[in-house]
């Protein structure tokens, strides 16, 4: 199971990105995918997650009506995009995958660190004028 992370940079607050998580090695539809974050000097925390089999979602809050996580069967690619960027949201963005069957809880209920043992190296955003 591989998980690749791309679409990271510098943006200006306001401004927008789309990272993009490609996955090979296992079953999309199995799994559940979860967008994290991690900024210097706090812990890594749930963005967004997505059933890859249905698609239901689950945002944190500070996120709602801002980001939009969605996949791509096909191209066995899950997406964030992220608009109105703020300069909290500045972090490493990881994507990291859990069998659905293993969740603690449903996927609209949020995403928990520990149900997801596969992970991506992480791509960095920062929101910066």
């Known amino acids: 199971l591989q998980l690749v992370e791309s679409g990271g940079g510098l943006v200006q607050p306001g401004g927008s990105l789309r990272l993009s998580c490609a996955a090979s090695g296992f079953t999309l539809d199995d799994y559940a995918i979860g967008w994290f974050r991690q900024a210097p000097g706090k812990e890594r925390e749930g963005v967004s997650c997505?059933?890859?089999?249905?698609?239901?979602?689950y945002y944190r809050d500070s996120v709602k009506g801002r980001f939009a996580i969605n996949r791509d069967k096909g191209e066995m690619t899950v997406y964030l995009q992220m608009n109105s960027l703020k300069p909290e949201d500045t972090a490493v963005y990881y994507c990291a995958a859990a069998p659905l069957w293993t969740l603690r809880k449903p996927v609209q209920s949020g995403c928990a660190e520990i149900d997801f043992g596969s992970w991506g190296q992480g791509t960095q955003v920062t929101v910066s004028s």
């Open positions: 997505i059933s890859a089999s249905d698609g239901r979602t």
